[in-house]
Each structure stands twice: as C-alpha cells, then as structure tokens.
C-alpha cells in the first residue's frame, strides 16, 4: 500500500467491461468441424470459469439459503441433527418475533432511520466535499485525500471511547441522531473518497463550458456534473448504507432502549437460557433480504459504478 | 459582436516562474477571425482560457467591446468556447446541448426551439436533434459543438484547436465551413491552433506566440512573407524555411565557394550589433536550380526528392561546406516536378533575387534589408 493514496481510477467505458473484454467469443464452430487447439483451449478456460462462479455462487448463497429455509422451520426441524430439506415451513419465528414485549418493529424502524439517513447526508455531504477535493489544485490534495480515507480505516475500537465521552456531553447517547452522527464517522470519509473518484472521471471541460454558457458554479454541478455521476451517487448511498445496516459496535454502545437496531435485537436473543436459532434466523433474514433487494434493484448503476469510468461515453 | 482587447496580459500559473502568457497585447478588431498559432505548450490555450474567464489574470487587462472582463466570471462575459474534446453533455440530447446556455438564460422555450432548429439547418445536425452525443460520429460531434456556439449568439467566439480531433480529410473539410461560417455570421472569433496551415488558411491575421511570448501578429501573406524573427520564419510555412548561418566578410555573406551582396542597412545593423555572422534564409520556392559556374550560386547533394505531383521538392546537404554549423543541415527547394533531380545527384542552386531573409544571430530578429 502505497502512502500517498489516490482515488481508484480506470477510465474504462462501460461496453467493455473487464470481464467481457478478456471473454472467448461464444460462437462455438459449426458442428462436425475440427476444432482448432485455439478453441479447444478457449473452451477449457470457459470450463474453468464456470466451475470457478459455481464453487463461488455455493460458498456465498449456501449459509444464506440454509438461513432462510430455517426461518421457516419451527423449533425441532431446526435443531434436528440430520439437515432437513423438506419440511412444512411455518411463520411462527417470524410472527414471534412481532410480538410479545420484545417486538421487533421498532428495533427495524430504528435501524432504517439510522442507517437511511446517514447514509443520505453522507452522498450529500461526500458529494459536495468529494467535488472539491476532486477540483481543488492545491498543495497537498493527495495527502488530505489519504488522511480523510486514512480516517474511515481507523479501527472502529479506537473511535468508540472519545466519541462516547463527547456524545454523553451532548447528550446523543441512546438518540437516532447519535447513531447517525456515529455511523457518519465512517460513511462520511467513505463517501468524499469515493465521490471524489467519480468527480475526477468528469473531464474539467465539461463544467468549464457550463460555465461559459451562463451557468454559475452551483448550476453547472447541479445540470452537468451530478447527473453524470449517477451511478456513483447510488453505488456510495448502497454501500454506505449497507454499512451502517450491518453496524453492531457502535449500535452497542451508543444505543439505548429508545434507539437499538436490528443487530442489537438478534443479538439479544442470545441469551444465557440458550439461543432461539428459529428466530435468530429470522432475523438474519429480515436484516439480510432488503439489502439484496436493494442492491439488485440498483444493480445496473453499482456495476458501472464499481468499475467506474463510463462517464463521458467517449 | 466586439473588439477583444488583451493588454500586457499576464498568466503565472502557481508553481512556476516563467509566466505562461507574459505580457500579451493584442487589438482583435471587431468581427475578426483571429488566430493565435504556436508549438505545444506556448500559451496559446492559457490565453484563450483567460479571455474566457477560465484561468485567472495575473497581470494587465483584457477589455472585451467597451467592458473591462479581467476579473469577470465567465458566464457574465457573453462569449462561447468550442473546446478540442467537445465537451458535449453526454446525458443530454443534441438538441438540449445546443439549448443549454439559452435554457441557463430562462429564454423562452419558442425560442430556443426556433434557434436550436436554425443552428441545426446550418450545420445538417437536423436529423439529430433527438441523439446522445454517444451516438454521433466525431464530425457530427464536432458540428454539435460548434452549434452550441452558434445558438447562444454571443460577443466572441473562442476555440480551443476545435478540428485536432477529427482525421486529416475531415480537418480540411471543416475548416474551410468554419471559416465560411464565421464570415456570415461575422462574430469575432479567436481560434487556437498548433498547425501553422490551419492559421494561414483560416485566418484575418495571425498571431505568432513562442514560450508565453507573442512573435508577430499579421495577415498570413505578411506573416510568410516579411516574418518578424527567426523563429516566426521557421514556423510559418510548410515544407519551412531554410534558415542557416554564414560567415560575413565585407559587405557580402560567404556561401561556401560564392557570395551574397548585402544592403548597406544590413551591413550597418550588423556593425551595431557588432556580428560577423548572419543567418540567412530563403523560402523552397525562393530559389532556382542553375548550372555549374552560375554566380551567386552554391552546391548541394540531393538526398531524397519528394514528387507530390503538382509540386516537387528536393531535400539535400550543402555540399563542399567546411562551416560545422551548416554541416549535416538540410536545404530544401522546390524543382521542376516534370523533371526533378535524382537521388544522389549534385545539383547547384541559386536563391533568386529579393528572396532572401537575413536575420541576426544575436536576436533572431529580421535585419533591414
Ligand atoms: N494548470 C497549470 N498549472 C501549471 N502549468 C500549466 C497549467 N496549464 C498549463 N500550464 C503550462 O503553461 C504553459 C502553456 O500551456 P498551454 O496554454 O496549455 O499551452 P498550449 O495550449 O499552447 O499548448 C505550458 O508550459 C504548460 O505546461
Ligand atoms: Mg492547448
């Protein structure tokens, strides 16, 4: 790792993805022909790749498939000792997770206020600063960029004791705006990094000649720039997003009866008489489903946008 | 329409020293189409971008019609930039870049639809109008760009080398279009090029600037004919000047086996500046093959001889020269294309009369002739 950092940077279009500019072509030859050793190998690669996604797609869909089919298990089929396929799938973790005094539906609105609107004011702000750290010439923006990157790799531990001294002053403990304030602390460094990425894709002429025409510096960002880094904006709100969804250090210790999130909630079915794993995977579920919805619903931006570039259409 | 003013006009970009653009003055009339021409990294764009309100003024003024611009942001300026990458907005259609300033301006939207459609008639982009930017071809982007310019009616024209990227045909092409566009419509207009056959074909006059400096500012003709310097001789023109230094004794300079009579103002200018030498040079057609033992005329092996049909031209050494300084140079000379020299074949030449540049070696500047 080098140590003055600069933002990713691959000005590669989007019709030519990494994957699809390597790809063998996929007319395979007319049938009866000889295949020519270049194909031969070319199919073996293609063989290679497939078998390489298929161990891939298992390794990650597996835990998630056995966790939804167990949250529609009641109590013995998820503890039986032989895996059960089949089974008549019951709401009963998830109605019993609803109610009772332990209901689940605020610890879910806690979470979607937290983590929703940290991760918004995080591309507002990450955008506005990510433009000018992008723009600026002065001396020193590399290193200020890695500072405030530098910033979001912090352990999370180290944080945690001055910020809960600060936030018991002002009172934010066990408040929704002291988890948003606490989850910016790493979105936000997160998302100027990232944003100021995407703006630097943006050749300068285009905003120069927005000026030109009339516009003032608000106008030309706001009818020139920000649309064409739309699929930046969405890709950092997603995975800003996803990070505050998935936060339990911070929500464990600055969060209180009044603000605990999904996490805390699972958490606490651990408990010391031993673990309800019905509901625990109920949980995971409801913690998991939305962001693979929301990531899929978006997925046609995070792809242009994690590769980045694909802004000029050039 | 307006006069574009740029006096002592100065750029020091932070971090450096040298100025970019030092001491510019130029009167741009009104209407004119002017170009500023010189090699990469000469100041050309740093002096656009200045007019344009793009980089700061560090130094003088620039006036555009009766108003003071200096420290005025861009969009109060009323002038449009055509820019050498297009700077089309990629997410929106041709139509809505050609709009853009109008629709900034809150115009009304009869008439921005009334003068996008005349720009397109102008420029064939009708067919168009309804395109991304990504789905046109490199002429029809730089015609959009160019449209854009058109349809906000503006003061001053300014572009930045608009034609480096298309293919050579097509450079040809559009500019003699632009150059007829600009004459209809008559708008000043201030176009940035490093190729010198652009400047000359385009221009009203060209300015010549070298290292942030301005050379020479003229009519093409002038500027090939009477160039200020060394440097504006051996820039202007293609294939260029041929531009060497030889020994002064007496009053005439020593070619080799012959000589070359100087005026007595040269002569008299050089005695001020108190030089043996003289760089003196002479255009490809500014001389003649002659015969052996012609007067005035000096030796040269012909190396390569380049026959572009309607032309031909000789590349060759000076032959017999002692003077290290001319040794390995290259002469070039226009031939009779029906019955060029061959390669290898020694030849004399004899530069005709009246067309001979003489230059200071102390300077670069012209000496009196
Ligand atoms: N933003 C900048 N910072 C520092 N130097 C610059 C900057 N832009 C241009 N320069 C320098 O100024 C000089 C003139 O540049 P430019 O006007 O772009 O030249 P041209 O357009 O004639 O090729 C060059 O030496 C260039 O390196
Ligand atoms: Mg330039």
Known sequence: MSTSMTPPASPMPPETLPGEATRPPVTAAPRGEAQSPLEDSSRRTRWLVTLLIVVALLWTLVPLVWMLMSSFKNAEAVTAATPQFFFSPTLDNYRNLFSGANNLGPYIVHSVLAAGISALLAVGLGALAGYGLARTHMRGKKHLAFWIISTRMAPIAAVVVPLFLIFRGLGLIDSIPGLILAYLTFNLPFAIWLMSAFFAEVPSSLEESALVAGCSRWQAFWMVILPLTKSGLVTTFILCLVFAWNDYAFAVVFSGPSSQTLPIAASQLVTQTGIDWGQLTAIGTIVVVPMMLAGLAVRRWLVTGLTLGAITGE | ?369
Do not use: W
């Not at chain 2, 940035?192 to 070298?210: F, I, P, S, W, Y």
């Open chain 2, 1 to 369: 329409m307006s006069r574009v003013l740029y006096d002592e006009a100065t750029r020091v970009y932070p971090g450096t020293e040298r100025p970019a653009v030092d001491a510019l003055d130029l009167d741009i009339h009104d209407g004119e189409f002017l170009v500023l021409v010189g090699p990469s990294g000469c100041g050309k764009s740093t002096s656009l971008r200045m007019l344009a309100g793009l980089e700061r003024v560090d130094g003088g003024r620039i006036a555009i019609g009766d108003r003071d611009v200096t420290h005025l942001a861009p969009r109060d300026r009323d002038i449009a930039m055509v820019f050498q990458n297009y700077a089309l907005y990629p997410h929106m259609s041709v139509a809505d870049n050609m709009g853009f300033a109008l629709r900034v301006m809150k115009a009304p939207k009869e008439e921005i639809d009334r003068r996008v459609k005349e720009a397109a008639g102008l420029l064939d982009l009708t067919e168009f109008l309804d395109r991304k930017p990504k789905a046109l071809s490199g002429g029809q982007r730089q015609r959009v760009a160019m449209g854009r310019a058109i349809v906000r009616e503006p003061k001053v024209f300014l572009m930045d080398e608009p034609l480096s990227n298309l293919d050579a045909k097509l450079r040809v092409q559009t500019r003699t279009q632009i150059a007829a566009l600009q004459r209809r419509l008559g708008v000043t207009t201030v176009y940035v090029t490093h190729d010198q056959v652009e400047a000359m074909t385009m221009g009203d006059r060209v300015a010549v600037l070298k290292d942030g400096v301005l050379q020479q500012v003229d009519t093409p003709l002038r500027l090939y004919q009477h160039p200020a310097n060394v440097f504006v001789a051996g820039f202007i023109g293609s294939p260029s000047m041929n531009l060497a230094e030889y020994p002064v004794e007496g009053d005439e300079a020593v070619l080799d086996d012959t000589r070359v009579r100087l005026s007595r103002e040269t002569i008299q200018a050089l005695k001020e500046e108190g030089g043996d030498r003289v760089i003196l040079g002479f255009r490809p057609e500014g001389v003649e093959v002659v015969g052996e033992g012609t007067p005035g005329s000096f030796p040269v092996t012909v190396t390569v001889v380049e026959e572009l049909g309607s032309d031909a031209f000789l590349y060759g050494q000076y032959a017999d020269t002692t003077d290290p300084v001319r040794l390995g140079q290259t002469v070039i000379a226009r031939v009779d294309p029906n019955m060029p020299p061959a390669k290898g074949e020694r030849v004399r030449l004899r530069i005709l009369p009246g067309k001979e540049r003489l230059f200071s070696v102390v300077s670069g500047r012209r000496l009196p002739a």
